[in-house]
């Protein structure tokens, strides 16, 4: 275990069941198993934990503070930056929910691609976990297979935004391009191998009996604290609390959709992972069914107040010939310029919320008018779900504590903000 | 739609009923239901929605503020809060003074209020009183500014600071 460990109080006792002796034992920063710069000060007797205060805001850039300086357009790049395991969930969220305040519609076909993006990046972040999770545990081969997939979801992402990260990809009122037929006869290659390779996964994990021993009744949470504890998304599901806002707050296109909702029953780092593993399974038979009914048409909402003019109409730059574009006209290139700079929403407060690979993501944007968001608040899943590791970890071992921080899934970009 | 707006009239009347003027809909609370609450009473209010009122609210979803400098009232609490057993949500708003900005802590109704507290008292200073342990959750401890108000910087007050010099203050 990293860092420093010193004693804190003590009456030295040899007498059996003595249990004067606390130890506080700092784990993190800089931790490889605390998935990011999460600090933890753990106090132990002997080794059990007695309790373990997580500190945060090692990451802390100021995102809701940069949202009020910059405008609506300028923002979304931040967004990427947020839960970055899965970035293009996060800024089509942001996108939704500017469109929600000034009224925007999108085209179903944009609807549709936005869920595409928005279950390969939910399994994405959930081969995360199950890699990284079992790595941490000490089941190496499982990282290199869920690994394997994700690299070629990456792939698949840089064939659509032409990025493997922090892709941008999302727009107030569409999506930047459309997608290739080489984009989407991937994505059907994927969806098509993918559910084996998920029982892959289950085959190296779900009947190992060190798995079990190392999971099982371990980090329990009943559903009542799971729920006052504001916990949302595969956490909660896991304690039996079946909510998950696709279904309950349909927004983008999934009320088209036909897919279920994991629960575990225990609500233990077992069942977490069991549901992650299910919610995996549904997130393909989601891109699936988006594929084949897949609608044709535009990308872009009408509104052009808000909404961003066609790439291939903007007069940018000739070629090396010096031949300009053929549609290309300079009004759209200003129309462009205008609406990046001075789309003004109009005044209003939303909050939209989705839900996340780690739960409920919600924005809430106080507009007062003008091309910026007077207040721009970013709920993040993580932040709310990482206050659940003291009472999940209380009474376990030392190393059950790094079982608990794998299955609560936080990523530290969206906790820190 | 009308099934709705009943049920969120009786909650009105409920609401009313129990507190009387103190509790007042939001006319420009447009996307859920919203109420203006007396910062006196909230605590009360909040117990009630979670543990009395017909629609029960298990959840509180977020807290945050809205700085309205150089206004006053200045802050604008905000409190989301969602009932899953209906799948509603409730917004609460509560104004608070510039000068001395405090309000009672719910953290004994919902525990989930700890961090968000805590981030609203980091950012904004606005202070919970009741609170089990209220001090900064992202900024360095030792900081002495409120980040998140509308007259602070935005490229920050000490932008040459670095963390070494904070982590040796925190030792200090």
């Avoid at chain 1, 030295?12 to 700092?26: D, K, Q, R, S, Y």
């Avoid at chain 1, 998935?35 to 090692?58: K, M």
């Avoid at chain 1, 997939?149 to 698949?156: L, M, T």
């Amino acid at each position: 275990m990293a860092g420093t460990a010193q004693t804190r109080k003590v009456e030295f006792t040899w007498m059996p069941g003595g249990h004067e002796e606390l130890m506080t034992l700092n784990v993190g920063p800089q931790h490889p198993a605390t998935h990011g710069v999460l600090r933890i000060i753990v106090t132990l007797e002997g080794e059990q934990i007695v309790d373990a205060e997580p500190v945060v805001g090692y990451l802390h850039r100021g995102k809701e503070k940069m949202g009020e300086a910059l405008t609506y357009h300028q923002f979304i790049v931040h967004c990427d930056r947020l839960d970055y395991l899965s970035s293009n969930l996060n800024t089509i969220a942001y996108c939704e929910t500017v469109e929600k305040l000034a009224g925007i519609e999108v085209p179903p076909r944009c609807k549709y691609l936005r869920v595409i993006l928005n279950e390969l990046s939910r399994i994405a972040s959930h081969l995360v976990y199950v890699g990284t999770g079992a790595l941490d545990i000490g089941a190496a081969t499982v990282f290199f297979h869920s690994w394997r997939e994700r690299e070629k979801i990456y792939d698949i992402f840089d064939l659509i935004t032409g990025h493997r990260m922090n892709y941008g990809f999302a727009r107030i009122g569409g999506l930047q391009a459309d997608f290739s037929d080489e984009a989407l006869a991937a994505i059907r290659a994927f969806t098509e191998e993918f559910e084996e390779r998920v029982d892959g996964y289950e085959y190296l994990l779900t009947k190992n009996r060190i798995w079990w021993e190392r999971n099982k009744g371990i980090g329990v949470i009943d559903p009542a604290t799971a729920v006052n504890l504001g916990l949302s998304g595969p956490n909660l599901r896991g304690s039996g609390v079946a909510r998950d806002l696709r279904i309950h707050e349909p927004y983008a296109a999934y009320e088209d959709f036909d897919f279920e909702i994991p629960v575990g029953t225990n609500g233990d780092c077992f069942d977490r992972y069991m549901v992650r593993i299910q919610e995996m399974r549904q997130s393909n038979r989601i891109l699936a069914q988006a594929l084949e009914k897949l609608p044709k048409g535009e990308i872009f909402a009408e509104d052009r107040r808000f909404v961003l003019p066609p790439k291939e109409r903007l007069l940018t730059s000739h070629d090396h010939r010096g031949v300009y574009p053929e549609k290309a006209v300079m009004e759209e290139l200003i129309a462009q310029f205008k609406v990046i700079t001075d789309a003004r929403i109009p005044p209003g407060r939303v909050y939209h919320a989705v839900e996340a690979s780690k739960g409920e993501l919600g924005f809430f944007i106080v507009s007062d008018g003008s091309n910026r968001a007077k207040r721009l608040r970013i709920r993040s899943p993580s932040f709310v779900n990482l206050q659940a590791l003291a009472g999940m970890a209380r009474g376990h071992l030392l190393s059950d504590l790094i079982a608990v921080i794998a299955s609560l899934d936080f990523v530290l970009g969206e906790v820190d903000r | 739609m009308e099934e709705r707006r009943a049920r969120l009239e009786a909650l009105t009347r409920e609401l009313q009923e129990k507190f009387g003027e103190r509790v007042a809909p939001m006319e420009d609370s447009r996307d859920m239901p919203g109420f203006q609450v007396a910062s006196g009473i909230l605590l009360a209010v909040c117990r009630f929605l979670a543990e009395e009122a017909s629609i029960r609210f298990e959840q509180l979803t977020d807290v945050t503020a809205v700085d309205e400098f150089p206004a006053e009232p200045r802050f604008r609490l905000v409190y989301h809060l969602l009932s899953l057993s209906s799948n509603k949500r409730l917004r609460l708003q509560v104004l608070l003074g510039g000068e001395d900005p405090v309000v009672d802590s719910v953290t004994g109704v919902w525990a989930g209020a700890d961090w968000l507290e805590r981030e609203a008292w980091d950012m904004f200073g606005i202070r919970f009183e009741g609170h089990p342990g209220l001090k900064r959750i992202l900024m360095p401890l030792d900081y002495t500014h409120f980040p998140l108000r509308k007259d602070f910087p935005v490229r920050g007050i000490d932008p040459g600071r670095h963390y070494r010099d904070w982590d040796r203050g925190r030792k200090a």
